[in-house]
């Protein structure tokens, strides 16, 4: 199994910042691509940016300069830098993993962590 936990969420000012972070423990192989998704009340979740192995990242459009997603592979740990933050943002956000674990055989695995809440107001 893989574990995912996020921390860094919190209450802040419109135009403020955060940093996210999510740490992926347990029986992992490798992990080729990590995420950052955000579900606001009443809204689907949806994808917020992404970050490959090899460090190629994408955004939604809109967060596009304004947050950076980075990982340190070396510890199984993506953050979320989140900069200008406007209430829109406001939202639970969640990391997922996807790669290949490894306890015995080898297996895919695309994992969530639990959440964590960001919440822009002033």
């Known amino acids: 199994q893989v574990h995912m936990v996020e921390s860094g969420g919190g209450l802040v000012q419109p135009g403020g910042s955060l940093r996210l972070s999510c740490v992926a423990s347990g029986s992992i192989f490798s992990i080729k691509a990590m995420y950052w998704y955000r579900q606001a009340p009443g809204k689907q979740r949806e994808l917020v940016a992404g970050i490959t192995d090899s460090g190629v990242d994408n955004y939604d459009y809109s967060v596009k300069g304004r947050f950076t997603i980075s990982r340190d592979n070396a510890k199984n740990t993506v953050y979320l830098r989140m900069n200008s933050l406007k209430p829109e943002d406001t939202a639970v956000y969640y990391c997922?993993?996807?790669?290949?674990?490894?306890?015995?055989?080898?297996?895919?695995?695309?994992?969530w962590g639990q959440g964590t809440q960001v919440t822009v107001s002033s």
């Open positions: 997922n993993a996807r790669g290949i674990s490894h306890s015995g055989t080898y297996a895919d695995f695309d994992s």
